[in-house]
């Protein structure tokens, strides 16, 4: 008897017979209902809780056999989630709806990994179901259900850092001019701070643009690491410091500056928030 938990399956048995002496032919039924009560086959997911719009995530549909007998023509279908498009998933499905398992051996299990990114119609919770089935004469027999709902979280604050370096020509030769521009998209950010590691043998230059951010810019010789103390940003501003390093070695493809990471606190979600931006090397 195949079929999902709480399912009730109903038995229908009917005899005809003809009496002996008698031309008239008779018949009896009778009808018996029972409850699956368990289906003794695991089916989960491994989604995270809340997902961005636009976020691409990587998620697991989880299945594993404990029925004592040998199942075969298993397929998993995943139902369509609105606001949610699937772009890859291991194994391979034509159609990305149904993925064919075969048979199924107890304690025998499987993963399908599925990647895919919310779009612009999703506006409420995803519902995310799957069914574990067989496929029995044409028919798709649901064996076990899964679902799970994900929240449409709200976007984190963009707090971002773009590093650049020119070459600051004859007036100082040899020297490069980096330029720092922070910029903060979306709430209230504080205590904004921008730091990097300068290589061994480079030096820092007396030039800080603009100059009432000198003393915001601090560098230690032990540990070589540069900051830049913004202060604070609020949602749509923009903050810039531009400062002069000489590199030890002019070679071609040596580090000038390592990456640089911005760090500040975020006013609504009471969160740290960073970003960081790929080290320099001389060009």
Do not use: C
């Amino acid at each position: 008897m195949l079929g999902k938990e709480n399912d009730l399956q109903a038995v229908h048995v009917s005899l005809a017979y003809t009496p002996k002496n008698l031309s008239a032919r008779y018949e009896s039924d009778t009808t018996f209902t029972t409850k699956i009560e368990s289906v003794p086959i695991t089916l989960t997911y491994d989604l995270p809780t809340k997902i961005e719009h636009g976020q691409e995530i990587t998620y697991d549909i989880n299945y594993f056999s404990n029925v004592d007998y040998l199942l075969q023509n298993i397929s998993i279908k995943a139902d369509f989630v609105q606001g949610f498009t699937i772009k890859s998933a291991t194994p391979a499905s034509l159609d990305k709806v149904e993925w064919k398992i075969g048979e199924l051996k107890k304690g025998q299990g499987g993963r399908i990994t599925i990647t895919g990114t919310v779009d612009g119609s999703a506006n409420t919770p995803l519902q995310f179901s799957v069914h574990l089935g067989m496929r029995l004469g044409g028919r798709f027999v649901i064996l076990k259900d899964a679902a799970q709902e994900v929240g449409l979280a709200v976007p984190l604050p963009k707090l971002s850092i773009l590093q650049l370096a020119e070459s600051s020509g004859s007036e100082a030769p040899g020297a490069y001019t980096i330029i720092w521009q922070v910029k903060n998209d979306v709430s209230d950010v504080k205590n904004v701070k921008v730091k990097a590691i300068l290589p061994t043998g480079a030096t820092i230059n007396d030039y800080i643009v603009p100059e009432d951010q000198a003393s915001n810019f601090s560098f230690d010789t032990a540990s070589r690491q540069i900051v830049w103390v913004a202060g604070d940003l609020s949602a749509g501003a923009q903050a810039q410091i531009a400062f002069q390093i000489t590199p030890g070695l002019n070679i071609l493809g040596t580090s000038l500056l390592g990456a640089a990471t911005v760090s500040g606190d975020d006013q609504v979600t009471g969160t740290s928030v960073q970003s960081t931006a790929n080290g320099l090397n001389i060009p």
